[in-house]
Each structure stands twice: as C-alpha cells, then as structure tokens.
C-alpha cells in the first residue's frame, strides 16, 4: 500500500485494520500520525451525531443570556486552605443540616408530586392524545372520504362502526404509546370531531380535558380501554363518546 | 361497545414489541435527524417508519437485529419521503441559525463547529457517514443499501471526513486521492 491507499483506507474507515495497513504504519510515521488523528475525529464525530434530541427544537435561552447570567456570579469562591477545627466542625455540621434539609425537600416535592398525579387520572394520556391530534393535521381541503377507507382503517384493528352520520374526514392506523390505533375525524353538526380507539389505555371514569385548543373526554369502554374524543370546536365530547362507543364493534380476528 | 378480546400471548409479544419500538425510538429519531436535518420531518418518518416495522414485526426474527433492521427502515422510508413528496430543499443557513443554540446545548458546545459541519455536507457525504458512525453499518452494507459500489463507499467517507478535518485546523487532503468511484453504478 502507498501512502494515498493507506489514506483512502483509513479515511473511511479509521478503525479498521489489516496487515497491509498495519505494515506501512510501523513504516511510515506521518501515515502513523493520520491514523491517530483520524481516530480521535471519529470519537469527535460520535459525540456530535449523539445529539440530545430534547434540546433540538426547542426554544431554547441564546448562549449570550446564559453566559451573561454566569458571569454575575462569582468566578471562584475562596476557601481558607487550613481551616480552623471549629470552623471545620461547624461547617460540618452546617452541611450535615442542609442535607437533612435538602433530602426533605425533595421528599415533600415527590409527595406533592405525587398527589397532583393521583389527582389528575389521565392527564398525561389526554396530553398525549392532544399532541398526537396536534401532530396530524387534518388535510387542507377536507373533502370526505370514501366510507371503506374509515372501514380499512377500523378493520386493521378488528373493529366495525355502524353508520354514525356525517362524513369522514381523516381516517388512518396510527402508532401511539407503542401500539397501532384507528384514528379517525368525523364532521358532526358542522364541526370536525377526532376520535382514538385507545383499547389499551384504560379510565375508570370520563377524563375531560382541555389543552392546546382541544376540549374533549376520554371515556371508558369497559374492559376494552377507551376511546378519546376531541374537537376544536365547542361540541358535547361525552355524547359523541356515547354515541360512537355505541356504533363501535369487535370483529373477531380471521 | 366492544366485546371480544384477542388472544393473550399475541398481545404479549404485541406489549414486548411495542415496547421494543419505543426504546429505541430515541436512536432511531436521533438517526432520522441527522438524515433530514430537520426535526419535524425526523419526528414523521420515524413515526411511518414504526407502522412499516409493526406490520412486518413477524419479519423479525432476532431481537438482537432489531435496531439494524430499524435503522433501516427509518432510512428507506426517509428515501421513500423524498421520493414521494419532493420535499422542499431544506435551507442550511436557516437550519444552522435556527438549530444553533439547541445544538450548543446538546451535549457539549464545543461541538457546535462540528454538527453545523456535518449538516453542511452534501448528503451523498453525510448519509453514509451518519450510518456508519451512527448506525453501526459496515462499508458493505451502507453500499448494499445506498446502491452504491464499495469503492464509492469508501471514497465518499474518505471525504465526508476529510472535509470535517478542518474544522480542528488539521491538514486536509486534496479531493484528487485515487478515485475508486470510476467503476462505481
């Protein structure tokens, strides 16, 4: 190999090895010296592509706020290097207290915490319902659908619905919390109403939200998880919940 | 109202699929963005992407090659989005302006030079590039799935990373190495 192969080779692959390669590098330093810098530019290149992907996205602080906040703390903090035994003793003790007082703090926020989320029984289904509805706008024109498309998409999870009056507007399989549901948008009186059959996602009682311009319910279908019904517009959710649970049916599977 | 219930050990392997889907959805996103530079396009394909994966959930067979098999079809289907849609060319100056300051704080701001140099490579240099380091792929199987020859591979990561030398002041070498592509489709 000359030099020209040994850089190609090891360009695009600065992990790889063979005896070729292996024999020219203990030959020929600069080609030595490429090969360790091409290794640390991949661990470089690893790094970046691992991108946190909760920052992506975001609106996120400009660096210049950030670093203007940092500097209006101070830079060092000065500690005496040989520190009285008393000093020690009651810094000690200071410490051990803040501590005690930290460690209940954060138990009495996991309490808290923990009480808001026993209060609030299907919050974060009815957040994850809204964001998904969020992430699948409705196509611009609105114009119905063929009734089989609605059926397709119920029969992909073994399920019929009887004809519940006005036109189909959305209807399509989605993967939502790990597993596939029907989604669908009917228009009912005028407005678009959205509709999840969640068989997996069980309420004990309606759960109604209203978040991000939604306002809907999640309501039970016992023993069968339930079904989230939202819309924009002003519409009764629980009667519609009512109404489509009563016209929703189990296929048996072939 | 609904009233049969599927049989219980599919809807395990069903949970333990889903489940599989989900824990490695962070990767498979993280490999999308890199692919469409851009998080909303990333955030689609990868959601097409597990509908693809779940229909065919019986193809796999090895639990062990599902990330593999995922990554995969995260990348047809971010080929297949191109093909169909014809989407918009994305802008690189506003990705870089709007991305710069989630970027920096993505892990270590060091890094920022080097993630705004990688969404600057041209995709035939950085496609390759992410599957290999990212993805795991070997040369043989980014050419497998790319159409691509092996020497083509090799040469477009050659480059890939050679551009990306620069960026730590170290010395870049000419485009005019032994070019391996004249025979490559």
Known sequence: MN???????????????????????????ACAEYRREMLELDAQIHRALKIDLSAVGEN?????????????????RLISSTPSPLLEKSSWAASLKRQWALAASVLFAIGVALVLWAALPGHTLAADVVQHVIAEPLPADEKPLQPEALAAVLQNAHLRLDPIGGDVLFAQTCFFRGRLVPHFVVRSGGAAVTVLVLSRESVSAPVHFDESGYSGVLFPNPGHGSIAVLSRAQVDSEQEARHILSALHAQPEA | MIRTRPDESGERLEDDFGQLLE????????????????????????????LRAWRARLELKDAAAARHWLLTIVRREHARLYERKRLVTVDLSDVIAREDAALARAGDGELLDLRAAILRLPDEYREPLVMQVLGGYS????????????PAVLTRLFRARNRLRAIYGLTVDADSEPNPEANAP
């Not at chain 2, 040369?139 to 092996?150: D, P, Q, V």
């Open chain 1, 3 to 29: 030099c020209n192969e040994v850089h190609l080779a090891i360009g695009a692959e600065p992990a790889a090895t063979s005896p070729d390669l292996e024999a020219h590098l203990r030959e020929c330093a």
């Open chain 1, 60 to 76: 996120v602080p400009h660096a210049d706020a950030a670093r203007s906040e940092s500097s209006a703390r101070p830079a060092v």
């Open chain 2, 23 to 50: 824990s490695l959805r962070p990767d498979l996103v993280r490999f999308a963005y890199w692919l469409a530079r851009d998080r909303s396009i990333a955030e689609d394909v990868v959601q097409e992407a597990m």
């Open chain 2, 139 to 150: 040369t043989a199987e980014i050419a497998k799935e790319m159409n691509l020859s092996t």
